[in-house]
């Protein structure tokens, strides 16, 4: 968890501090793999911090239920359009609600990959590779590089 970044997702907006019998959701970034996600965090305990879900894809919107242990995200990446997810128990088992773009499965999207690379500098370098639909390596492609 050295290379996680957290931070507290307030699932209550009515609630105005922590106490110390709370679970608290935290997001969860990892910088090298850049993956994405949510781990719980216990106050008092065993086993304080778990990871719920880590994966390749962003998530935003998490919303809980006022009077249920059910939670409701939107996940996405660059292959899938942000649909809408429920989990309750904590990410004891999560469902898809929304087919929001279904069209999208009949193209066939491109890739991507995470690189590494030694700058100019010396210094290592991180990047996405989008790759496009039915890529071939023996051919060449156009390249476009952002900064």
């Known amino acids: 968890t050295d290379s996680i970044t957290f931070r507290y997702i307030n699932t209550d907006p009515d609630k105005r501090f922590v106490e110390n019998k709370d679970v608290l959701l935290l997001s969860a970034f990892d910088n090298i793999s850049k993956e994405a996600g949510f781990y719980t965090l216990r106050l008092q305990g065993r086993n ?9 894809y962003g998530y935003s919107s998490v919303k809980k239920a006022k009077n249920a242990d059910l939670l409701v995200f939107q996940k996405s990446n660059f292959n899938t359009s942000p649909d809408l997810y429920i989990t309750q128990n904590l990410w004891q088992s999560a469902k898809k609600l929304t087919d929001i773009n279904p069209q999208m499965k009949e ?30 390596p023996s051919k060449k492609y156009p390249v476009m590089i952002y900064f």
Do not use: C, H, M, V
């Open 107 to 136: 193209y066939n999207w491109g890739t991507t990959e995470l690189i590494r690379w030694t700058a100019f500098d010396g210094k290592q370098s991180q990047g996405i590779l989008y790759k496009p639909e039915n890529f071939d």
């Open 48 to 56: 304080p911090l778990l990871k719920r879900e880590l994966d390749k």
